[in-house]
Structures are given as structure tokens and as C-alpha cells.
């Protein structure tokens, strides 16, 4: 599967972005989507999690209670609406495909997207 992010930008403290990642290819429907993160200097990080066909979510600590991962099989695509942005918040997102639902560590996604800018300014 090839996935595509988009929907970066810049924002300042407090606003909302929302991205999405659209995939190729028939088997959407059959993995665990992802969205990683990575910070310049940083290593990149899990942020949000979604089951493929229930929709269950799970989250990292950082981003729970303001990011929301969803999913729409139908048009090959997942989402993260992402509000009550913070500057630490500031990095490239990736979307990612995998196999077991409630991973959270790199090696357990096979496909990656390209990744897009999030900057959120004080």
C-alpha cells in the first residue's frame, strides 16, 4: 500500500490542524493506520493509533484529550484532527499501515508515508 499525507501548516498555540493520509491500493481496510511524529533532533515517536474495522483508538499520552484519529475505509483514508495545538507539538507527521492494532513502535509498521510539516508558533 502507498500512502500520502497532507494538511500541514503553521498555527500558533492553541489552533487546530487537521491532516490526512490517503492510500493506494485495495487492502486499506486490512491494516492498523498510525500517525508517527518526528521532531527535528528527535527520534520519531507514536502518536495515535486505529483498528481497522472497528475503529478502536489509542493514543499517546502527550496528544490524548486534544488529537483524534479516525478512519474512512470507503475513501482509503485516515485522519488526525489535531486542536488545542502546542509548540512541542511541532514536527513532521507521518501516516503509517501495519498489521497488529496497539503498537506504538516503528518496526511494527510496514508502509510509511512521505510525512508533512506541523509548525505551531508561541
Known amino acids: 500500500v502507498q500512502l500520502q499525507a497532507s494538511g500541514g501548516g503553521k498555527v500558533q498555540t492553541g489552533g487546530s490542524l487537521s491532516l490526512s493520509c490517503a492510500a493506494s491500493?485495495?487492502?486499506?481496510?486490512?491494516?492498523?493506520m498510525a500517525w508517527f511524529r518526528q521532531a527535528p533532533g528527535k527520534e520519531r515517536e507514536f502518536v495515535a493509533g486505529?483498528?481497522?474495522?472497528?475503529?478502536?483508538?489509542y493514543y499517546a499520552d502527550s496528544v490524548k484529550g486534544r488529537f483524534t484519529i479516525s478512519r474512512d475505509n470507503a475513501k482509503n483514508t485516515v485522519y488526525l484532527q489535531m486542536n488545542n495545538l502546542k509548540p512541542e507539538d511541532t514536527a513532521v507527521y507521518y501516516c503509517?499501515?501495519?498489521?497488529?492494532?496497539?503498537?506504538?513502535?516503528?518496526?511494527?509498521?510496514?508502509?510509511w508515508g512521505q510525512g508533512t510539516q506541523v509548525t505551531v508558533s508561541s
Open positions: 503509517a499501515a501495519g498489521q497488529i492494532w496497539g503498537r506504538r513502535s516503528i518496526s511494527d509498521y510496514d508502509y
Open positions: 491500493g485495495r487492502t486499506f481496510s486490512s491494516y492498523t
Open positions: 486505529i483498528e481497522r474495522r472497528f475503529g478502536d483508538t
